[in-house]
C-alpha cells in the first residue's frame, strides 16, 4: 500500500517506521482511494493536506 500511495519515492516511503503511521495509510487509503473508483487524478486527498497543513 505504501507504494500504491507514494510510487517509488524512497525518502516518502522511510518516513512510514511505526504501526500508526501505517494504521495512518491504511485509513487514508480508506477514506480516499476506494472512494474515488481509483480515480487518483480526482482525488480530494491533496486538497485536505492543502487545507490543514499550510
Known amino acids: 500500500m505504501k507504494h500504491y500511495i507514494f510510487g517509488n519515492q524512497e525518502e516518502m516511503i522511510q518516513v ?3 504501526e500508526k503511521q501505517t494504521q495512518g495509510l491504511m485509513q487514508i487509503y480508506q477514506d480516499f482511494c476506494t472512494q474515488n473508483q481509483n480515480n487518483c487524478l480526482h482525488c480530494q486527498f491533496p486538497n485536505v493536506v ?3 497543513f499550510s
Open 50 to 52: 492543502k487545507k490543514y
Open 16 to 18: 512510514l517506521r511505526s
